[in-house]
């Protein structure tokens, strides 16, 4: 397969080369997008043999949900059974942003695109691509992170090439990603609700907002995983991995580029400390700890 590969300028993108990359979307194409947390791989939605091809083009399990992004909160309506109350103030303070919302879905939504669960997560990023790729195709778009699975998330437009160039149809080089991490999310459709993801949006900043709020970050091997990455060995280099507490932001801006560029360096062990403090901490040990199969050294 040939790959387009589209380089825009992240705060002022080509509308010309976003029309053709919607066209793409429209026809059943696959394109890598950048978000403010990671890249994204993206097809129609609703499109079943489309989706198909973002599976076979990361060679992710077929039970391991996609993400639904949309460019509006009215869209919501389109494809889930009910936006609740509560799931609407998540909306209001969070979106557009790095915070996904799971609901019940309607039948529109194909079960391809959810692993087969009755629900769907939503989320409307706040990347100026992102959102003008998903208007201009009048489409929601499922998309997981644009990289092999199991592999480091891709945050520059380059990770992206490395992993899929040949296997999807476009890639859009926007340069470094933002927040570095993927989006945090979060059952509603559970009682109490629960972070099943911690990510871009800290713990605390939601249990502001819903004071029941849980966290429930994995899932065992004979369960359908309800959110990506509660189930698989994920986010890893080749190297084995084992494991600046100051600021955990920049830490998660740059976790992946540091796990891809050991790889690069062909080393065979990676140690890292414990990151806990902080707004992002528990998003950091979440990836590294499954980037290491949760194999943990106590010193």
């Given at each position: 397969?040939?790959?387009?590969?589209?380089?825009?300028?992240?705060?002022?993108?080509?509308?010309?080369?976003?029309?053709?990359?919607?066209?793409?979307?429209?026809?059943?194409?696959?394109?890598?997008?950048?978000?403010?947390?990671?890249?994204?791989?993206?097809?129609?939605?609703?499109?079943?043999?489309?989706?198909?091809?973002?599976?076979?083009?990361?060679?992710?399990?077929?039970?391991?949900?996609?993400?639904?992004?949309?460019?509006?909160p009215e869209d919501i309506e389109k494809y889930a059974l009910k936006f609740t109350d509560e799931a609407k103030k998540l909306a209001k303070v969070f979106w557009p942003g790095?915070?996904?919302?799971?609901?019940?879905?309607?039948?529109?939504?194909?079960?391809?695109?959810?692993?087969?669960?009755?629900?769907?997560?939503?989320?409307?990023?706040?990347?100026?691509?992102?959102r003008e790729l998903i208007a201009l195709s009048n489409l929601p778009i499922a998309a997981p992170s644009a990289n092999i699975s199991g592999k480091p998330s891709p945050t520059?437009?380059?990770?992206?090439?490395?992993?899929?160039?040949?296997?999807?149809?476009?890639?859009?080089?926007?340069?470094?990603?933002?927040?570095?991490?993927?989006?945090?999310?979060?059952?509603?459709?559970?009682?109490?609700?629960?972070?099943?993801?911690?990510?871009?949006?800290?713990?605390?900043?939601?249990?502001?907002?819903?004071?029941?709020?849980?966290?429930?970050?994995?899932?065992?091997?004979?369960?359908?995983?309800?959110?990506?990455?509660?189930?698989?060995?994920?986010?890893?280099?080749?190297?084995?991995?084992?494991?600046?507490?100051?600021?955990?932001?920049?830490?998660?801006?740059?976790?992946?580029?540091?796990?891809?560029?050991?790889?690069?360096?062909?080393?065979?062990?990676?140690?890292?400390?414990?990151?806990?403090?902080?707004?992002m901490g528990d998003a950091i040990m979440n990836r590294l700890l499954k980037a290491a199969s949760h194999e943990v050294i106590n010193v």
């Open positions: 397969m040939r790959t387009k590969v589209f380089k825009m300028n992240p705060d002022k993108p080509d509308i010309t080369d976003l029309k053709v990359c919607a066209e793409i979307i429209k026809n059943g194409g696959t394109v890598a997008f950048p978000t403010e947390t990671v890249y994204g791989l993206g097809a129609n939605a609703l499109d079943v043999d489309a989706v198909k091809k973002i599976f076979e083009a990361k060679g992710r399990p077929g039970d391991n949900p996609l993400i639904l992004h949309i460019s509006k790095p915070i996904s919302i799971i609901l019940p879905r309607k039948e529109t939504v194909p079960d391809v695109v959810t692993g087969g669960l009755n629900t769907v997560a939503f989320r409307i990023p706040s990347n100026i691509i992102a520059e437009g380059a990770h992206v090439i490395d992993d899929l160039c040949g296997k999807v149809d476009a890639i859009i080089d926007a340069g470094k990603c933002k927040v570095g991490l993927e989006s945090t999310v979060v059952d509603m459709v559970s009682s109490p609700a629960a972070v099943l993801r911690p990510g871009g949006i800290p713990f605390e900043q939601i249990r502001m907002l819903i004071p029941d709020l849980t966290k429930e970050y994995s899932v065992s091997e004979n369960q359908i995983p309800r959110s990506p990455g509660m189930k698989y060995r994920h986010y890893s280099p080749n190297a084995s991995v084992i494991g600046s507490n100051e600021n955990s932001e920049e830490i998660a801006a740059n976790i992946f580029d540091s796990l891809r560029m050991f790889d690069k360096l062909d080393v065979d062990i990676i140690y890292s400390e414990y990151f806990g403090g902080g707004p």
